[in-house]
């Protein structure tokens, strides 16, 4: 998911009056070699991408480019469809530069809405969320292939490859979308580098992910390792399946609960949570704990008439669910709070008021 870097675009963009000098002095640059090596290969190209898809419908005008729930498009009908799109966006004001939120889906329109966005200098910035087993389950019912991404502003894409096995399109968010892309899963806030099936922090580095953020040298040191590579603030792991590395996705750092040392996903239980059918929204936090320092607290939205924190455990004890992930306190919402207009929940507002909370009696 991309996320905001230490300052906001109107902060960080130059104007027209900043001397080039000093724009080019808060860049950081990726380095010489690296550079070249990038374009000899071919990882980076001199088109944009906009500039790229033009030149691909402009040397195959007729060829199918977009194939999508009855909609059959050439690459130049594409081409142009994005074009009209792109127009439009700039006569509703959207000025290039400017953050367009799009929630991405799998429709035709959602395609030429992306290309158009490029094509009109705008920066989409996507939204999603963890896919559940059972909606993998109901498209192989239909005999539809399907498969994950895993993307952020400031670079690393993972994308499932066509040909992967169905328990790797299943459970991981793919692979590296470029040759060059380095992946490293490391201990949280240092450099030591962790092995398979070991959650840790995604930290990378490759053609497309920033080398630093702009004029911001102090919080450069710590959102990079010395070598270079971006901690994302992600929590993943490295899974070989048929000797390929796929990568899943754990939540985030600062959503990690730390139970006497045990670490529990909040991403993973919530996703457990909602597998339950008298849960329909799941939001683990930390609740405060003198001799094991955090506990896992539960918010819930039920699908119906509320359930115990017994029938919560017998659900998850099913499930093989290791008891130390268990949560050790519900507590039933109407709905959960929201950050914004996005959707995203306020966990902030989650975690402040389990600081008042205990676990329940056993």
Same mark, same amino acid.
């Given at each position: 998911?991309?996320?905001?870097? %230490?300052?906001?675009?109107?902060?960080?963009?130059?104007?027209?009056?900043? %001397?080039?000098?000093?724009?080019?002095?808060? #860049?950081?640059?990726?380095?010489?070699?690296?550079?070249?090596? /990038?374009?000899?290969?071919?990882?980076?190209?001199?088109?944009?991408?906009?500039?790229?898809?033009?030149?691909?419908?402009?040397?195959?005008?007729?060829?199918?480019? #977009?194939?999508?729930?009855?909609?059959?498009?050439?690459?130049?009908?594409?081409?142009?469809?994005?074009?009209?799109?792109?127009?439009?966006?700039?006569?509703?004001?959207?000025? *290039?530069?400017?953050?367009?939120?799009? +929630?991405?889906?799998?429709?035709?329109?959602?395609?030429?809405?992306?290309?158009?966005?490029?094509?009109?200098?705008?920066?989409?910035?996507?939204?999603?969320?963890?896919?559940?087993?059972? $909606?993998?389950?109901?498209?192989?019912?239909?005999?539809?292939?399907?498969?994950?991404?895993?993307?952020?502003? &400031?670079?690393?894409?993972?994308?499932?490859?066509?040909?992967?096995?169905?328990?790797?399109?299943?459970?991981?968010?793919?692979?590296? #979308?470029?040759?060059?892309?380095?992946?490293?899963?490391?201990?949280?806030?240092?450099?030591? +580098?962790?092995?398979?099936?070991?959650?840790?922090?995604?930290?990378?580095?490759?053609? /497309?992910?920033?080398?630093?953020?702009?004029?911001? *040298?102090?919080?450069?040191?710590?959102?990079?390792?010395?070598?270079?590579?971006?901690?994302?603030?992600?929590?993943?792991?490295?899974?070989?399946?048929? !000797?390929?590395?796929? /990568?899943?996705?754990?939540?985030?750092?600062?959503?990690?609960?730390?139970?006497?040392?045990?670490?529990?996903?909040?991403?993973?239980?919530?996703?457990?949570?909602?597998?339950?059918?008298?849960?329909?929204?799941?939001?683990?936090?930390?609740?405060?704990?003198?001799? #094991? !320092? &955090?506990?896992?607290?539960?918010?819930?939205?039920?699908?119906?008439?509320?359930?115990?924190?017994?029938?919560?455990?017998? $659900?998850?004890?099913?499930?093989?669910?290791?008891?130390?992930?268990? *949560?050790?306190?519900?507590?039933?919402?109407?709905?959960? %709070?929201?950050?914004?207009?996005?959707?995203?929940?306020?966990?902030?507002?989650?975690?402040?008021?389990?600081?008042?909370?205990? *676990?329940?009696?056993?």
């Amino acid at each position: 998911m991309p996320r905001p870097g %230490p300052h906001s675009l109107a902060q960080t963009a130059p104007d027209e009056a900043t %001397p080039v000098s000093a724009v080019a002095a808060a #860049l950081v640059p990726f380095p010489e070699d690296v550079a070249a090596r /990038y374009l000899a290969n071919g990882s980076w190209s001199r088109h944009s991408l906009a500039e790229s898809f033009r030149r691909a419908a402009q040397a195959w005008p007729g060829r199918t480019a #977009l194939i999508c729930d009855g909609t059959e498009w050439t690459y130049a009908e594409l081409d142009a469809r994005a074009d009209r799109r792109a127009a439009g966006f700039n006569a509703l004001g959207l000025a *290039p530069g400017s953050a367009v939120l799009l +929630q991405v889906n799998n429709t035709a329109e959602a395609v030429v809405t992306w290309y158009a966005l490029l094509k009109a200098g705008l920066v989409p910035v996507c939204t999603g969320k963890k896919v559940p087993l059972s $909606h993998f389950a109901a498209l192989r019912d239909r005999g539809i292939w399907s498969g994950q991404l895993f993307g952020m502003g &400031e670079g690393l894409c993972l994308v499932t490859p066509l040909d992967a096995p169905e328990i790797a399109r299943m459970t991981t968010v793919g692979t590296p #979308l470029a040759n060059e892309d380095e992946v490293r899963i490391l201990e949280p806030g240092g450099e030591a +580098q962790l092995g398979t099936d070991v959650i840790g922090e995604l930290c990378a580095r490759g053609p /497309y992910t920033l080398r630093g953020y702009f004029n911001a *040298p102090e919080h450069n040191v710590r959102a990079f390792t010395s070598d270079g590579f971006y901690r994302t603030g992600d929590l993943a792991a490295a899974r070989v399946i048929d !000797g390929v590395t796929y /990568y899943t996705m754990e939540g985030r750092i600062k959503d990690m609960i730390n139970r006497g040392g045990e670490k529990i996903s909040a991403a993973e239980v919530e996703l457990l949570l909602v597998s339950h059918p008298g849960v329909s929204e799941a939001a683990l936090v930390a609740m405060p704990d003198q001799r #094991l !320092g &955090e506990r896992a607290c539960a918010f819930l939205v039920p699908t119906g008439v509320e359930v115990s924190l017994q029938d919560i455990r017998a $659900h998850l004890e099913s499930l093989g669910v290791a008891k130390y992930k268990w *949560p050790e306190r519900l507590v039933w919402l109407d709905s959960l %709070p929201r950050r914004s207009a996005v959707g995203k929940i306020d966990k902030e507002t989650l975690r402040n008021r389990a600081q008042t909370l205990s *676990p329940e009696p056993r």
